[in-house]
């Protein structure tokens, strides 16, 4: 069995990948390296010296992996299709996939020995939304359960109709569609009720993956679709010094003076 963190890496700008990312993912490694041992894969879309720049950050070996894609939906059905077609991957092995902008600030593999008979752990938002799972950190266990669970939400993507003024195939959206049913059809201002305790475990729309609600403390990410900056700055300051919140995530280009104050406070200048 072995131990991964997967995310994606692309150093070109877009509407839905607002944020510097190639500030941003060397932090998000300098985190993974000091909280775990787990082997690091990156899809990138950028250059050989980026590369190097990621591997210096990390301080071990990372797989690099060629990410083609000319626009943001086709970057976001690579990125889920990537993971699915990793040979390398095994029977029971251990992943926690992950956007560039979060940080790592405790053990994240100790969730797999609290819910052993969990394929799928996704982290639900510690407030009411209209999506109310967060793509942006998601973790599995390897295994024919898990693939058939990335199948449908990857199925969701390539229809295209993921969202419902069909403005971008988002993975949060297709994730949705697929934890509820195919008749989903959120608006901004409604909120799903109830979202499953954290903890249950439950197999989506005919899936046979179970999949449980790990939390917000594996992805505390305060959205700026509902809160000022300045509650996003002070929700943040509070959870740097909560020991239970796992993973921030500083969603959205609002935030991330925070995660460069953060970074700076215990790595050094980066």
Same mark, same amino acid.
């Given at each position: 069995? %072995?131990?991964?963190?997967? &995310?994606?890496?692309?150093?070109?700008?877009?509407?839905?990948?607002? $944020?510097?990312?190639?500030? &941003? !993912?060397?932090?998000?490694?300098?985190?993974?390296?000091?909280? %775990?041992? !787990?082997?690091?894969?990156?899809? /990138?879309? +950028?250059?050989?010296?980026?590369?190097? *720049?990621?591997?210096?950050?990390?301080?071990? =070996?990372?797989?690099? +992996?060629?990410?083609?894609?000319?626009?943001?939906? *086709?970057?976001?059905?690579?990125?889920?299709? #990537?993971?699915?077609?990793?040979?390398?991957?095994?029977?029971? =092995?251990?992943?926690?996939?992950?956007?560039?902008?979060?940080?790592?600030?405790?053990?994240?593999?100790?969730?797999? =020995?609290?819910?052993?008979d969990m394929d799928v752990g996704l982290t639900a938002r510690h407030y009411a939304h209209h999506e109310p799972y967060n793509a942006g950190v998601w973790c599995c266990r390897w295994g024919n359960a898990t693939k058939e669970f990335m199948r449908? #939400?990857?199925?969701?993507?390539?229809?295209? %109709? %993921?969202?419902?003024?069909g403005s971008h195939n988002s993975d949060q959206m297709a994730l949705h569609r697929v934890l509820y049913d195919d008749t989903f059809v959120p608006r901004w201002n409604v909120n799903i009720d109830p979202v499953t305790p954290v903890g249950v475990?439950?197999?989506?729309?005919? $899936?046979?993956?179970?999949? #449980?609600?790990?939390?917000?403390?594996?992805?505390? &990410?305060?959205?700026? =679709?509902?809160?000022?900056? /300045?509650?996003?700055?002070?929700?943040? $300051?509070?959870? +740097?010094?909560?020991?239970?919140?796992?993973?921030?995530?500083?969603?959205?280009?609002?935030?991330?003076?925070?995660?460069? !104050?953060? /970074?700076?406070?215990?790595?050094?200048?980066?």
């Amino acid at each position: 069995m %072995t131990d991964y963190v997967y &995310c994606v890496v692309s150093s070109v700008r877009s509407r839905f990948l607002p $944020c510097d990312a190639m500030r &941003c !993912a060397p932090i998000f490694l300098k985190s993974v390296a000091e909280h %775990t041992d !787990a082997a690091v894969i990156v899809s /990138a879309l +950028i250059t050989g010296v980026e590369q190097n *720049e990621l591997t210096a950050a990390h301080g071990g =070996d990372i797989q690099f +992996i060629p990410l083609l894609a000319s626009d943001a939906t *086709e970057l976001m059905m690579a990125k889920w299709r #990537v993971l699915a077609g990793f040979d390398r991957l095994e029977e029971g =092995d251990r992943i926690f996939v992950m956007d560039a902008d979060t940080v790592v600030k405790g053990d994240i593999f100790a969730v797999f =020995d609290e819910y052993p008979d969990m394929d799928v752990g996704l982290t639900a938002r510690h407030y009411a939304h209209h999506e109310p799972y967060n793509a942006g950190v998601w973790c599995c266990r390897w295994g024919n359960a898990t693939k058939e669970f990335m199948r449908l #939400v990857i199925e969701q993507m390539e229809r295209g %109709t %993921t969202r419902y003024d069909g403005s971008h195939n988002s993975d949060q959206m297709a994730l949705h569609r697929v934890l509820y049913d195919d008749t989903f059809v959120p608006r901004w201002n409604v909120n799903i009720d109830p979202v499953t305790p954290v903890g249950v475990s439950w197999s989506p729309n005919g $899936c046979a993956a179970k999949v #449980v609600n790990i939390g917000h403390q594996y992805n505390f &990410c305060p959205g700026i =679709d509902r809160f000022s900056p /300045a509650d996003i700055k002070a929700a943040f $300051c509070g959870a +740097i010094d909560d020991p239970a919140i796992k993973v921030l995530h500083f969603k959205g280009d609002g935030s991330k003076d925070v995660m460069y !104050a953060y /970074a700076e406070d215990r790595y050094g200048r980066t």
